[in-house]
């Protein structure tokens, strides 16, 4: 169970997360793809995640590590799809499995099948029973005519080894990748591999985000404003901010950061925002909170200089805003 700590730590990394421009466009891929990511293995036998790579290039460990990241985050649900079998050589996942004759260690077996003829008893291969018309049966004992499969019983299996001869009804069970590396049981690696989910939660999130943030910004070009969504900015430290919107008109400049959650927010977004805020010196920093903020949030925002707008849903947000501006001079 997470602690208290450990939650406000996942909302600020989920809200950072949020503002990377590269992950709102995997997100929308993803939720209007069908919400799951599911893994593939390539054409050089390594595991993929191909909606993601269409957004985020990388190594399949760089993918894999920020997929687990975002999970941490709770932007995913982690699904279990399957095991993988992987070549210990190379980590190759396109692995077949072969039958070995365990005389010879040969793989030229060919599967026999012992038939019981019911009426007589006679028991026998199964090529014993082909008769001279091309898929007639006839028992080489009775000599009767198999007109029903019902007549006959699988009494048991083997492998012939055409290598050496062997029979066997227990061949060895070995791998092979497609770089021909050949391994047994014993040596290989088995993975589970996941597929990940956004829960329904996160598609809320987002949609609010997606619509909310778009309509802040036609009202802050209507304004006036250089508008950028989102927007980077480079603070006095040389590290580079962004922000969900950042505005520019003459010498004033606003940045709005939009936090969503399930509960009210706490101070760990707010802080957060203000790091950003005091690097990059913002005139006029808005956070909206969406649905609301706690008790600490409010007091802190007051310390911080930093306006916080709070609605259950994204509803009246644009107003609020456009009224701050005007009692900035800014509307």
């Known amino acids: 169970m997470q602690s208290g700590s450990d939650k406000s730590l996942q909302a600020s990394e989920k809200q950072r997360l949020y503002s990377e421009p590269r992950i709102r466009d995997l997100l929308r891929l993803i939720v209007t793809s069908g919400g799951r990511v599911e893994p593939s293995i390539g054409q050089e036998g390594k595991i993929h995640w191909e909606i993601v790579e269409k957004v985020i290039s990388g190594s399949e460990l760089n993918i894999r590590d920020l997929l687990e990241h975002m999970t941490e985050a709770g932007i995913f649900k982690r699904v279990p799809v399957r095991n993988f079998i992987l070549c210990p050589l190379d980590e190759r996942a396109d692995v077949l499995p072969q039958l070995a004759c365990p005389k010879c260690g040969k793989t030229e077996l060919v599967k026999t099948s012992l038939l019981s003829h019911n009426l007589c ?5 199964r090529s014993k029973f ?12 009775c000599k009767r005519e198999i007109k ?3 007549d006959l019983r699988l009494v048991g299996i083997w492998f012939e080894c055409m290598s050496c001869g062997a029979r066997t009804n227990t061949p060895n069970v070995i791998f092979l990748c497609k770089e021909g590396h050949q391994f047994k ?3 290989l690696i088995l993975e589970t591999v996941y597929a990940y989910e956004v829960p329904q939660d996160v598609i809320k999130e987002l949609r609010v985000k997606e619509v909310l943030a778009p309509t802040l910004k036609e009202l802050l070009v209507s304004l006036g404003f250089t508008v950028e969504q989102p927007g ?5 430290s040389g590290a580079s901010h962004t922000f969900d919107i950042y505005a520019r008109k ?26 950003k ?6 005139k006029h920093p808005v956070m909206v909170a969406v649905p609301e903020i706690n ?3 409010s007091i802190l925002s007051k310390t911080y200089n930093i306006n916080v707008i709070t609605s259950s849903d994204g509803t009246g947000v644009v107003d609020k805003i456009r009224a701050y501006l005007s009692e900035l001079g800014l509307g």
Do not use: H, M, W
């Open 232 to 236: 980077k900015v480079t603070g006095r």
């Open 121 to 125: 008893g006679y028991i026998g291969e």
């Open 295 to 297: 008790e600490q949030v």
């Open 185 to 187: 049981i014993a040596d």
């Open 250 to 275: 003459g010498d004033e400049d606003v940045s709005i950061e939009v936090a969503i959650d399930s509960k009210p927010i706490d101070t760990v977004p707010l802080v957060t925002y203000f790091a």
């Open 148 to 150: 029903n499969e019902g």
């Open 130 to 141: 082909e008769g001279a018309e091309a898929g007639g049966l006839i028992c080489p004992k």
């Open 277 to 282: 805020v005091f690097d990059a010196g913002i």
